[in-house]
T-cell receptor, first 110, second 116 residues
Framework: DQQVKQNSPSLSVQEGRISILNCDYT??????FLWYKKYPAEGPTFLIS?????DKNEDGRFTVFLNKSAKHLSLHIVPSQPGDSAVYFC?????????FGAGTRLTVKP | NAGVTQTPKFRVLKTGQSMTLLCAQD?????MYWYRQDPGMGLRLIHY???????AKGEVPDGYNVSRLKKQNFLLGLESAAPSQTSVYFC???????????????FGSGTRLTVV
């Protein structure tokens, strides 16, 4: 029973364009949401987060949007750069732990 | 800065063998976690600890045991390895409960385990 779902296994965009990664969750008890970035042979690294009391959080080229009524969040990267190519995991925190989606592999083409 | 260190990085086990994966963190974090990553499944929580001497079950605890005798170390044990436990294992730590601060979890670089 996956409580956090990333339905797109992969996404390919052109350098300079916007990348939009999507994530859905089912558990209404989640109150904190995060995005992690993972390169091959490395552990995931924290990218950006948002509390359930907000609907938007920006950090440079990265913006996370939260739609609580739809139980949906998205990560926007603009402009996309080749160095952004990685696997992106959506995560949701509830209670003492965090649940992760299956990840979306983003490829940014020069 | 070491952060979270996992040993070993790679291991091949025969079915039925046992082993222990070690996770060490030098950030004085209270919370520690063990996840496994499988294709198409993302990261699934095996066990976690909310402080020294405590452990709790996550989503997929069967076949694993853990111990947190020292605050900086979190050990994951496989008593009798099975091919279904072939996976990449990640340890993580956090200062806050469930990672509810801007920096979330700090992850180790992973242990790739193959059970044949």
């Amino acid at each position: 029973d996956q409580q956090v779902k990333q339905n797109s296994p992969s996404l390919s965009v052109q350098e300079g364009r916007i990348s939009i990664l999507n994530c859905d969750y089912t558990n209404s008890m989640f109150d904190y949401f995060l995005w992690y970035k993972k390169y091959p042979a490395e552990g995931p690294t924290f990218l950006i987060s948002i509390s359930s009391i907000k609907d938007k959080n920006e950090d440079g080229r990265f913006t996370v949007f939260l739609n609580k009524s739809a139980k949906h969040l998205s990560l926007h990267i603009v402009p996309s750069q080749p160095g952004d190519s990685a696997v992106y995991f959506c995560a949701a925190a509830g209670g003492n732990d965090m649940r992760f989606g299956a990840g979306t592999r983003l490829t940014v083409k020069p | 800065n070491a952060g979270v260190t996992q040993t070993p990085k790679f291991r091949v086990l025969k079915t039925g063998q046992s082993m222990t994966l070690l996770c060490a963190q030098d950030m004085n974090h209270e919370y520690m976690y063990w996840y496994r990553q499988d294709p198409g499944m993302g990261l699934r929580l095996i066990h976690y600890s909310v402080g020294e001497g405590t452990t709790a079950k996550g989503e997929v605890p069967d076949g694993y045991n853990v111990s947190r005798l020292k605050k900086q170390n979190f050990l994951l044990g496989l008593e009798s390895a099975a091919p279904s436990q072939t996976s990449v294992y990640f340890c993580a730590s956090s200062r806050s409960r469930g990672g509810r601060v801007n920096y979330g979890y700090t992850f180790g670089s992973g242990t790739r385990l193959t059970v044949v």
